[in-house]
């Protein structure tokens, strides 16, 4: 007697493949390929990257980690070559070239398909070159102008209502009363001085005679002799 096969990959039936598997990018597999045996057909995922469990007579479930896996779309080493961490959000095999670079902690930034641009602001992040709460603390303002990764150290306290300015450190502030009060001496002909310049010493600026007079007072014109 003849040894009849019937491979259901390939033929035309009622309980076939037909274009199941290859419809969807996956190999057909036929175990048993007797008359005998018949729905024992399995599409599986067509190697390489991809995998996922067969499925009898059906479409396989198929993934493809991109971070992990080798494959034309994937990211290889693109992240970790950069120290950043890669993640493939949907990790199907019809889902590619959507894995995502993301800077290591404490600087931010993400990038689809390619290593990310980080951004490191010293002003708010925490770490160990990081302003903290010094400016804060002073009653001063941070920035840090240049957000690079490598540029650290550079963040810089500014004075608030006063000028003064310190890299990497909190500002010795001076607010000179002379500058904003300084007319009401001058336009009697006569000097400005405030002995003490720090914000927190007040009202401590005088007009003050011109020589060979003599006289001082404070907040108006002096009597000079």
């Known amino acids: 007697a003849a040894s009849c096969e019937l491979d259901e990959c390939t033929a035309a039936c009622v309980s076939c493949a037909g274009a199941t598997c290859s419809g969807a990018g996956q190999t057909c597999v036929d175990a048993v390929a007797t008359p005998a045996s018949l729905n024992d057909w399995s599409c599986e995922c067509a190697g390489g990257a991809a995998a996922g469990a067969p499925v009898q007579g059906g479409v396989a479930v198929c993934a493809v980690d991109e ?117 009401v001496c001058t336009d009697g002909g006569q000097m400005c001085e405030d002995a003490d310049t720090a914000p927190s010493s007040l009202r401590d600026w005088e007009c003050v005679c011109v020589a060979p007079a003599s006289g001082a007072a404070l907040y108006t014109t002096a009597v000079c002799m």
């Open 67 to 183: 971070c992990t896996a080798s494959c034309p779309s994937c990211a290889g080493t693109t992240c970790s070559s950069v120290q950043q961490t890669c993640e493939d959000p949907d990790d199907a095999a019809t889902s590619l070239a959507d894995w995502v670079c993301t800077c290591a902690a404490p600087a931010n930034g993400t990038a689809v398909g390619a290593a990310a641009s980080c951004v490191l602001d010293e002003c708010t992040a925490s770490c160990g070159t990081c302003a903290g709460t010094t400016c804060t603390a002073a009653g001063q303002a941070c920035e840090d102008a240049s957000q690079g990764e490598s540029s650290l150290r550079d963040w810089v306290c500014s004075c608030v209502g006063s000028v003064g300015s310190k890299t990497a450190g909190a500002a010795t502030c001076v607010l000179d009363e002379c500058a904003a009060n300084g007319a």
